[in-house]
């Protein structure tokens, strides 16, 4: 657990200079975001090395099923949008906030980065590293959700309700699908496609 615990700090420390107000001004948010994610994924490769095969097993069906699941998780974006941004009088400046990251590359260079990069190393590393040694520590359940909490409470630096509220719901949603199928595949293709479909493709902003 010494391992986790620390990685889990160094994450913290990324996630800070990403998107803390005073520092990620002063960040471009794609290269920390990379560099951030190569460091955790690799760390989280290295501490599992002895487990590879049990974590990262594949079927074809992972295929399809990370698709599909990508697109259940944006319509349930979609449809939060709709209804945040009329209930909520601050959910429409706060989502604009978390689009702002894309002004500082290209949209081709987000969208290659996010599907081959961001999203495969997130998962490598909250699911296949961080769930998975809390879930032999704790139990399946219980681990399952200290790590989706960690993984949603690291974005709090942003003060922003809404990333907060879509980091949790992220969480819970590939944490129970890395539970369901005890494969990091389906969550990486599901994250990784999202990821796109959300920034590049069909931004709800």
Not at 8 to 15: E, I, K, Q, R, V
Not at 56 to 61: C, E, M, R, S
Not at 121 to 138: K, L
């Amino acid at each position: 657990m010494i391992a986790v615990i620390w990685l889990c700090a160094l994450a913290t420390f990324f996630w800070f200079v990403m998107f803390s107000p005073w520092t990620a001004p002063h960040m471009n948010f794609w290269l920390v975001m990379a560099m951030a994610t190569a460091v955790l994924a690799g760390a989280g490769l290295w501490f599992q090395k002895d487990r590879l095969r049990e974590i990262y097993f594949f079927k074809p069906a992972h295929i399809a099923i990370g698709l599909v699941s990508a697109l259940i998780l944006y319509a349930i974006f979609w449809a939060g949008n709709a209804v945040s941004t009329q209930l909520l009088h601050f959910a429409r400046p706060e989502i604009a906030g978390i689009y702002s990251t894309r002004a500082q590359a290209s949209p081709l260079t987000i969208g290659l980065l996010l599907l081959f990069w961001v999203g495969p190393a997130e998962e490598i590393f909250w699911r296949g590293f961080v769930q998975e040694r809390f879930c032999c520590r704790y139990g399946r359940s219980v681990g399952y959700l200290v790590a989706s909490l960690v993984y949603a409470a690291i974005h709090v630096f942003g003060l922003n309700f809404m990333l907060f509220m879509a980091s949790l719901i992220c969480g819970l949603f590939w944490g129970a699908m890395y539970l369901r199928y005890r494969s990091v595949w389906p969550g990486l293709i599901s994250h990784a496609v999202w990821d796109v479909l959300i920034f590049v493709v069909f931004p709800l902003q």
